[in-house]
């Protein structure tokens, strides 16, 4: 047994934003020896083919205030070693997590879920996800949310059950591990139960099948979170031929002011909207409707000339 090779499986090996942890994990474990990509397991007939539309969705002037102001202080907070590469400290992380949640519970995102869901209200197997950081947060506690999580998921209940007449319930970690397996039943059958409002649900630990149709309220730029995110969302289900998954993108402002915006201005938006690029790219890349994203990205990226501008698409 000692001379036994170390093996690993993990849906993706690089570490976020640690350059140095994922340099170890490839120290110890070497070169990857087997990849298999969630278009290989769609392919293969592992996971289920899916649709994909981005919706747009703008920071409100008090919220895209606040995202300058947190990004300020991140910038602040951050420095460069001998070999130029970011370090950050615990502060300047928990500054990042309020920021991502901030981005995750823009308010503007409720409409644009009344608008899309309203086609779809008769239908049932439904996920509206609310979560907005990883279970790997140091600060979560097990049933505690922030209050943008607290707000999201709460108006987001509202909305379906009560303004559109919806059969719902929230499916979070505040629920006992009894009464979740009941939801998951219920959901399952969808009779008696259409839709689940969540946080956390697609993070490590939770199998839900029979979701054909989910609404991502709050992504993750985490290419290893929202990754695991899609995949748990394609697995494979009785009846299951497609599923749909709608990803709300956060800008930072309507298209239609970019072009009177400083340089500096330009910059300050570049990295969230790079960010958001980056995920749609990924998207958008396997979907079966691949082409249909192209027009809102080559929108963007033109109106922004990300080429010109450039913006770290990384932490800050």
Known sequence: LHDALPISLS???????????????????????????????????????????????????LELKEYKKLSNQIAKGCHKDKNNKISITDQVKMLLIKRARLVAAASGKIQKLKEQ??????????????????????????????????????????????????????????????????LKLEFDEGRHLQALVAIRCLDEGVNIPSIKLAFILASSTNPKEYVQRRGRVLRKFPGKHHAIIFDFITLPRPLDEVKSLTEDELRADAGLVKREITRMKDFAAIAENSSDTDKLLNEIEDVYDMDKIGGDSGVI
């Open 11 to 61: 849906a993706t090996l690089e570490r976020y934003g640690d350059d140095e942890g994922t340099q170890k994990l490839l120290d110890y474990f070497g070169d990857k020896c087997i990849e298999y990509t969630l278009k290989m397991a769609i392919s293969e007939d592992k996971l289920t083919p899916y649709y994909y539309y981005p919706i747009k969705v703008f920071l409100t002037d």
């Open 117 to 182: 869901i309203l086609n779809y209200k008769d239908d049932n197997h439904i996920l509206v996800y609310c979560g907005a950081a990883s279970m790997s947060d140091p600060n979560y506690i097990e049933g505690n949310y922030d209050d943008f999580e607290k707000r999201q998921i709460d108006v987001v209940s509202d909305l379906l059950g009560n303004q559109l007449g919806m059969r719902i319930s929230q499916f979070t970690s505040a629920e006992s591990a009894v009464k979740r397996e009941q």
